[in-house]
């Protein structure tokens, strides 16, 4: 994969395939996500778009790092990658954490390189408190995921990776998954995971001024299928689309399905 330099020197890969001229889709994973997880949107859709995939700082192949796992730091590795690569008219698509990138990058950058969004079960405020119960945890919950991580990525990958499917997966597969979480730089894990639970993004909402899919696993158990209705109705234009046979990776768990819906919304 090729190799990107940010503005604060840390080395990022990415996947670029697909026609040049043709419409750019550019994918954020989530928390231990690479472009390793998108392959069937990378070879599925690249016939068609431009797909673009990056792993983020501290993950998959990028540098190992625990400087700048912040939530505007990571904003900051996303416009260094539109800029670097000149993209323009982009969807910007976000997985789980990757949503809450997404919507830290418009509240920075705003939305005008951007043509369409799309945010894959994820939401605009993970720890739950008051009224607010779409969260994925509760304050004491955070921190003792935050310690796990610092005490054991295994430990944390073998707590997290069952909830992330609604059925059993492969054991090659969830090895492989596995094997990218455990790879994770602790420290880094664990900064970025208590930087993004203690954000609140529900007033970015109003920012988002493109033409958005919602799209949630309707057994998701990480971040609750609820996120997905309350985005679609608080974001100005957006739908919702629900997959019923997934949890938390419908890009996985239903890849055809999921690569239809985006290109349709892409058309």
Not at 154 to 175: H, I, K
Request: net charge negative; glycine share 8%; with cysteine.
């Amino acid at each position: 994969m090729p190799v990107l330099t940010t503005s604060d020197d840390i080395r990022l890969h990415y996947v670029d395939e697909g026609p040049r001229d043709a419409p750019v889709l550019l994918i954020v994973p989530g928390w231990s996500g690479s472009a390793r997880w998108f392959e069937q949107q990378i070879s599925g859709l690249s016939g068609r778009f431009r797909v673009v995939c990056f792993d983020p700082r501290g993950q998959g192949e990028s540098e190992r790092t625990d400087a700048g796992q912040r939530m505007e730091r990571v904003a900051k590795d996303l416009h260094d990658l539109i800029t670097a690569l000149d993209l323009r008219e982009i969807t910007l698509l976000g997985w789980s954490l990757g949503v809450s990138t997404v919507l830290s990058y418009v509240d920075v950058f705003g939305c005008g390189v951007l043509r369409r969004i799309a945010l894959v079960c994820g939401g605009p405020r993970l720890i739950n408190s008051g009224e607010w119960e779409l969260g994925f945890v509760d304050v004491p919950q955070a921190l003792d995921w935050v310690a796990l991580q610092r005490k054991s990525m295994g430990e944390a990958a073998d707590f997290v990776l069952p909830q992330f499917f609604r059925d059993e997966r492969p054991a090659e597969q969830l090895a492989r998954l596995r094997s990218e979480i455990t790879s994770m730089n602790p420290a880094g894990s664990a900064a970025m995971c208590w930087n993004v639970l203690n954000q609140d993004y529900t007033d970015v909402l109003a920012k988002v001024q493109v033409p958005t899919l919602v799209l949630t696993g309707a057994h998701d158990r990480v971040i609750p299928a609820g996120n997905g209705p309350y985005l679609a109705e608080t974001i100005g234009d957006a739908r919702l689309t629900v997959f019923d046979d997934s949890a938390h990776c419908p890009f996985i768990e239903e890849p055809d399905r999921f690569n239809e819906e985006l290109a349709s919304f892409m058309a």
